[in-house]
C-alpha cells in the first residue's frame, strides 16, 4: 500500500480514500458522542453554518470550538470529557471546529472520506483493508496552525497497522501528551482544557466502529458504522 501525507492547505488535492485525523480534539469527541447514541454528525466549516443549521432540524445541536472554546450559542464544546457524560440518542450533531472540520470540506475530491483519531484507529483500518485499495491519503489538520504531532502520530500508527503490525502503544501515547496541542491540557489554569481530554483522547482503539463521511444534499455527513 502506498501512503500520502496531507495537510489542510494541500488536501483539496487528495484523491482516492482520504482519512482526516484530528486527535485533539475534534474526531475524538466525534466518536465520544457515537458512543452516546448520537445520530449523525453533520460538518461545516463556520460557526454561522452550525447555528443556521441547527435552527432548521429537529433535534439538533451544535458542538465544536474557535480558538479551543465553545463558541457562543453553541450546546457543547470539542472536549470528549464533557460530551462522554451526555445522553445524545437521535441527536443530531452539527460540528464545526478549526482543523478537523475545515478538512472534510476542503477534501473535496475524495473518493472514500473517513474522519479518524487513536480511538477509531483500528476499526478503521480494518475498514480501509477491506476496499482493497493500493493507495491511502492520510490528512494532518491539526498541522497548518499548531503544530500536529499527535495527529501525525496517529497516521503513522494507522500506517503500520495498514502493514499488518501491532505496534506499543505507549509511544504513540507519549508523542499526544508531549505535542504542542497538549500543553493547554497539562496547564492547570487553563480549566477550558481539561487533562482528561488528553487520557480519553488516548485510549487507543477504544471504539469499534468507523466514521465515514458522505456528502448527502450538499451536507458532509458523519456517522459511525461497525467495522467488523
Known amino acids: 500500500m502506498i501512503f500520502h501525507y496531507r495537510d489542510l492547505e494541500d488536501c483539496h488535492t487528495a484523491q482516492g480514500i482520504v482519512i482526516l ?5 475534534a474526531f475524538s469527541t466525534a466518536a465520544y458522542a457515537f458512543s452516546r447514541g448520537a445520530k449523525e454528525i453533520l460538518l461545516v466549516s463556520t460557526v454561522e453554518e452550525a447555528l443556521s443549521l441547527r435552527a432548521c432540524i ?5 458542538m465544536g ?3 479551543g472554546l465553545p463558541p457562543q450559542g453553541f450546546d457543547f464544546g470539542n472536549s470528549p470529557t464533557h460530551i462522554r457524560t ?28 473517513l474522519a479518524s483519531s487513536f480511538v477509531v484507529a483500528q476499526a ?6 477491506k ?7 492520510f490528512v494532518i489538520t491539526g498541522k497548518t496552525f499548531r503544530g500536529g504531532d499527535e495527529d501525525l502520530a496517529c497516521a ?11 505496534p506499543e502503544k505507549e509511544p504513540f501515547v507519549r508523542r499526544v501528551f508531549d505535542s504542542r496541542d497538549a500543553l493547554e491540557h497539562l496547564d492547570p489554569a487553563q480549566t477550558a482544557f481539561p487533562l482528561s481530554d488528553l487520557e480519553y483522547c488516548t485510549q487507543i482503539d477504544k471504539f469499534d466502529f468507523v466514521m465515514p463521511i458522505t456528502r448527502q444534499e450538499a451536507r458532509l455527513v458523519m456517522r459511525a458504522v461497525k467495522s467488523g
Open 21 to 25: 485525523i484530528d486527535v485533539l480534539r
Open 58 to 62: 429537529a433535534n439538533a445541536k451544535a
Open 65 to 67: 470550538e474557535v480558538g
Open 86 to 113: 451526555e445522553n445524545l440518542s437521535d441527536i443530531t450533531l452539527i460540528q464545526r471546529t478549526g482543523a478537523g472540520t475545515q478538512g472534510a470540506v476542503r477534501s473535496r475530491n475524495a473518493t472514500v472520506l
Open 124 to 129: 478503521t483500518a480494518r475498514f480501509v483493508l
Open 131 to 137: 476496499l482493497g485499495a493500493p493507495e491511502v491519503t
Open 156 to 166: 503513522e500508527y494507522l500506517e503500520a497497522l495498514f502493514n499488518g503490525n501491532q
